[in-house]
């Protein structure tokens, strides 16, 4: 390890060799920790949490995206003449499916028991 020092040397004055370097280095001392491994039932149970966890910010995800699909469908459904009669209709639809999967899939979570965590 070099210990960089702001030189003392004036311009256009050259170093000697014998200040081209710091000398000065101290050794710390090292010592040996022993790490505790992982057994894999331990690592099996930590990722398990790991994935569980992942899937439930994955449903909170979804129940989000489907009641922002029920909120723009609705929006649509209800844009009157801007809107082709067909895709007010679609979204008419779809707003009213979008509410009834995000609520089964509510009680889904709930008979298993599995609410997902909002955090």
Known sequence: MMILRRS???PGRTRRPSEEHDTDMSIAPL???PVQQETPALRAKR????AKAAAQEQIIQLEEVLTQ???LAEQIADGGDLYP????DLCRKLAGESVWTNQTLQTI????G???QRG
């Open 109 to 112: 979570l709930r008979r298993g």
């Open 47 to 50: 990722l398990m949490a790991e």
């Open 8 to 10: 003392s040397v004036s």
């Open 85 to 88: 009669v067909g895709v007010r």
């Open 31 to 33: 010592s040996l920790v």
């Open 114 to 116: 599995e609410q997902p």
């Open 69 to 71: 699909v029920v909120d």
